[in-house]
Nanobody, 130 residues
């Protein structure tokens, strides 16, 4: 059974940083996609970043335009954990952040699409104040 558990959310001032973690059990990264999504009140869930790992030391990352240059997705194979390093945070980054995992590969053009992911964590809240 696949379980994803997020941690690392919190409240920061604009310009600050947070690192989110997603610990996966019952899941392997190889040839699958992992992603971070967020959902603000009254808005749809949107893809923030994704990572595809075709082999042990090879990976590809994808980012929403709104976070490029500020957020970095990475994973630690030994810990079976995916991270989202968020720098230069803005009030508009405030949302519930979710970790997600696919069952199999995802078309590169769809790796930030929530409907392509099969497993979801419970979410962690990020609040950025101005």
């Amino acid at each position: 059974q696949v379980q994803l558990v997020e941690s690392g959310g919190g409240s920061v001032q604009a310009g600050g940083s947070l690192r989110l973690s997603c610990a996966a059990t019952g899941y392997t990264y190889s040839r699958n996609c992992m992603g971070w999504f967020r959902q603000a009140p009254g808005k749809e869930r949107e893809g923030v970043a994704a990572i595809y790992t075709p082999s042990y030391n090879t990976y590809y990352t994808y980012y929403a335009d709104s976070v490029k240059g500020r957020f970095t997705i990475s994973h630690d194979n030994a810990k079976n954990t995916v991270y989202l390093q968020m720098n230069s945070l803005k009030p508009e980054d405030t949302a519930m952040y979710y970790c997600a995992a696919s069952r199999g590969n995802v078309n590169p053009s769809l790796r930030l699409a929530k409907d392509e992911y099969n497993y979801w964590g419970q979410g962690t809240q990020v609040t950025v104040s101005s």
